[in-house]
């Protein structure tokens, strides 16, 4: 029976016709063979649009549905649905993109127009070879795995644990809380970081719903959507967590106490070999450092830690154990690294005393700090000057070239603290450009305008010193003028940017890198917290800098993704697969290799090759580099292709 194929040209407003003659492929379709009946329409995606397709497939008695409109990648679902409901098989439909194809790379008109016919002759061709396939539908296990305990990674596991679905939630560090838990003030409301932050890393802990494994990270991951299986190592703290109080009796004793410099105090704080990260971790319970204590290096310590510790808690001969879970659903939220400011010595860092880091001024300024929130020189005297430059290693060609986003605020935050606790202080504020997007946020910025601090547009190019004085040099660009300003103290606002484990991370949980480093969402505008790895989500500052709301938001957003797969129980699984001919396979194990989803095994019973059709994403790699041609990928047949290519081409 010869097939009936319907064509519907988009208009997509002037996206399409702006740059194609929609009229004459439309034209030209009317003429093609085996179709009968050839449309074009404003927007074919909008109900009036679809219900074209629909009323001509019963009217007509299509056999065959092609839309030339955009990507097939945004809207392919919607015109499959719209041809189920017309009452075909969904996968009989094939899209031509005259959109991101022709209109959007090309200015001439009639190239555009002669590319477009032709890409709907080939989709014409193709079509007439489609099968009808159908999706599988596979049970979902409904635990969820969140992988970084900041504050994204905590609200993620709130949100699932509070609707009553399990979750294991992973951090790297002893302790829940990330970034936000070294902050002082967070902007533009100035309210406690930790008064806000500790109510979640205590309501994570105590969840039913939510296992909290710290000091462990994530080393395989197998499997599929619905159904992952991880591998999770846990490292020792030579701690039995069960029994320790946090009674903090073993760091007081330890003979490194205030000796080794401290993490969470950017290196600002001295702590013990044996200690607690900070007064309000998640768990409280002690962690010995394992490259300082010298029990665990050199097997020579009086263990005066051993002695104090009344529950006896301290184990030295914890082992390092893998633990296996299965989830349904993945989120990473495993955030960000700072810049390091010492590889560019222009800004004086690691160079000059009282040239520090954001995060150590953040801990200066913080009541529990190293300083007890005073802002002091390294001879404790308090500074009459103080300078903060922005874009540290951010917006620059030599560095990394993505802005950090929340710069400009905690920028502006340093100043206002600065000044609130120096009111005497000249402090100068020296910005590129100033970005107050937020709520509240230009509010914010013009009341620490008119506290005093000085905003100088310009960057701050190097930090020097002249006659024993610390001077930043900066290029005035409203006075369009160099200056020179002598200060005391100078703060480095460096760039967030991406961790330095996140290739690594990448490759583990198969998702994609941008440009800049950050993981890859599926869409920037539409998906912002999917990614092309179906049940995997990501969340906060791993996918780019944001601030402390958007990563609330965006955490409470990849919950919600996660739980509508798990939710019905159920998922559905593309029927894009490869196929493998057992019969002519060669067992070469060619294939084996190529398979980035590790979606194909050997038999070696039968010696050939086996695919596990839930694993597999029909990428096909495989069939490509079979060299006996046993492995066809549905709906990408040979006939299909060669069809294809001969529309292309006018055959």
């Known amino acids: 029976m010869q097939e009936r194929v319907g064509v519907y040209i988009c208009h997509c407003g002037s996206n399409i016709a702006g740059t194609v003659n929609v009229e004459k492929v439309t034209e030209e379709a009317n003429g093609m063979e085996n179709v009968v009946v050839a449309r074009d329409y404003k927007y074919m995606c909008s109900d009036p649009g679809q219900n074209l397709i629909k009323q001509d497939i019963a009217e007509h008695k299509l056999t065959r549905v092609v839309v030339a409109a955009c990507s097939p990648r945004m809207h392919e679902p919607t015109f499959r649905k719209a041809v189920q409901q017309g009452g075909l098989n969904g996968f009989l439909l094939e899209m031509a993109n005259i959109r991101e194809h022709c209109s959007w790379v090309s200015t001439n008109y009639d190239a555009a127009t002669k590319k477009a016919a ?25 635990t969820t795995l969140v992988v970084g305990g900041g504050i994204a990674g905590i609200q993620a596991a709130l949100q699932i644990g509070g609707a009553g679905y399990p979750v294991v939630l992973v951090e790297k560090e002893p ?25 979640k890393m205590v309501n994570a802990d105590q969840d039913p719903n939510i296992t909290l494994m710290t000091h462990s990270e994530v080393v395989e991951v197998d499997g599929f ?50 200690y607690i990260p900070f007064p309000q971790a998640v768990p409280l319970k002690a962690i010995v450092d394992a490259d300082k204590c010298l029990m665990l290096t050199k097997g020579k310590c009086k263990q005066p830690c051993v002695t104090a510790c009344q ?12 633990v296996e879970i299965e989830a349904g659903a ?32 953040e801990r200066m300024t913080n009541a529990s700090g190293p300083t007890q929130g005073k802002i002091v020189l390294k001879d404790g005297t308090k500074p009459k000057r103080v300078a903060v430059l922005h874009c540290i290693g951010s917006r620059d060609e030599k560095y990394h070239k993505h802005c950090s986003r929340v710069c400009c605020m905690s920028s502006v935050k340093f100043s206002h603290l600065a000044k609130e606790k120096l009111p005497e202080a000249e402090v100068y504020d020296l910005y590129m450009d100033m970005r107050t997007f ?92 999917k990614t092309t790895t179906e049940g995997v989500y990501i969340a906060g500052t791993c996918q780019s800098p944001k601030d402390i709301p958007d990563t609330v938001a965006q955490g409470s957003a990849a919950a919600a993704e996660a739980m509508a797969a798990i939710a019905t129980g159920k998922v559905k699984i593309s029927p894009i697969i490869a196929m ?38 029909g990428c096909g790699t495989c069939a490509t580099t079979c060299p006996s041609g046993a492995i066809a990928i549905s709906h990408f047949t040979k006939e299909q292709i060669f069809a294809q290519i001969e529309g292309v081409c006018g055959l």
């Open 580 to 617: 493998l001919n057992q019969d002519i396979c060669s067992g070469c194990k060619s294939c084996l290799n190529m398979c980035r989803y590790n979606a194909i095994t050997f038999d070696e019973d039968k010696k050939v090759a086996y695919i596990n059709e839930a694993v597999c994403k």
């Open 175 to 199: 302790s829940i809380g990330g970034h936000m838990a070294q902050f002082d003030k967070t902007f533009p409301t100035m309210d406690c970081a930790a008064c806000i932050l500790t109510p």
């Open 311 to 322: 529950r006896e808690a301290i184990d030295f001969e914890q082992k390092e154990e893998i």
């Open 330 to 361: 993945i989120i990473l939220a495993t955030g960000h690294d700072m810049f390091d400011p010492s590889i560019a010595p222009q800004w004086g860092f690691g160079i000059y005393d009282n040239v520090i880091t954001s995060m150590q001024f």
């Open 438 to 529: 937020g709520k509240q946020y230009e509010e914010f910025y013009n009341r620490v305008q008119d506290e005093g601090v000085t905003f100088i547009r310009g960057k701050g190019a190097e930090v020097t010193n002249i006659e024993g004085q610390l001077t930043v040099r900066v290029e005035d660009t409203l006075l369009g003028v160099y200056r020179e300003i002598p200060v005391d103290m100078v703060i480095l606002n460096s760039a967030l940017i991406p961790r330095k484990d996140s290739d690594r991370v990448s490759q583990i949980f198969n998702i994609s890198r941008g440009e800049s480093g950050f993981f890859l969402e599926s869409h920037i505008k539409l998906d912002p917290v």
């Open 118 to 142: 032709a890409l709907t002759r080939a989709a014409v061709k193709r079509v007439v070879f489609h099968e009808p396939i159908e999706q599988r539908e596979m049970p979902v296990n409904r």
């Open 225 to 274: 959507v619905g159904n992952y299986k991880i591998k999770i190592k846990k490292k020792p703290r030579y701690v039995k967590e069960d029994v320790c109080t946090g009674c903090n009796d073993c760091v007081e004793v330890c003979v490194y106490k205030n000796k080794i410099p401290s993490e969470f105090d950017a290196g600002l704080g001295k702590r013990s070999a044996i």
